[in-house]
């Protein structure tokens, strides 16, 4: 395993499409956020909500990680604290519960009402409210674990 550091000219070149690319992909995303507010359209009202949940949180990862992530790319001896490795489990699994529940919703509007895990009224919101606290807890057992 080669444990040399990188040259600084490639340090330097990797946080410069760092500072470049991040301002870019995040005016790109809040354009996304305004066109899926400003959609007039009825018959994706409630999608819409899930769709700007979906672009809110992977705004939020990709503005983190696009400040973050030189840091972790060169071989600089550098100790995280809990808080980052939060930040980033919670990102992450923020990004794949919202992309879950969106295709969850377009799957039972799409299937009929007696499919195998279609569910609908109270049972819907019971299910995500189940998903979202199992999420919860996996972010409390990375903290646990990280916080030892």
Not at 93 to 102: E, L, Q, R
Request: charged residues 10%.
């Amino acid at each position: 395993m080669n444990t040399t550091e990188l040259s600084s000219e490639f340090q330097y070149a990797v946080s410069l499409a760092h500072l470049i690319s991040g301002p870019v992909f995040f005016a790109f995303n809040a354009f996304v956020c305004l066109l899926i507010l400003l959609d007039s359209d009825d018959r994706g009202k409630v999608y819409r909500k899930y769709l700007f949940a979906l672009q809110f949180f992977s705004t939020l990862a990709d503005a983190w990680l696009s400040t973050h992530s030189p840091i972790m790319q060169f071989n600089c001896r550098l100790m995280y604290n809990q808080s980052e490795i939060m930040i980033y489990f919670t990102l992450f699994f923020g990004v794949g519960y919202t992309y879950f529940v969106c295709v969850y919703y377009r799957r039972n509007t799409l299937l009929p009402q007696d499919e195998y895990f279609c569910f609908h009224g109270w049972k819907y919101s019971c299910f995500l409210s189940t998903l979202l606290l199992f999420y919860l807890i996996v972010l409390l057992a990375v903290y646990c674990i990280v916080a030892s």
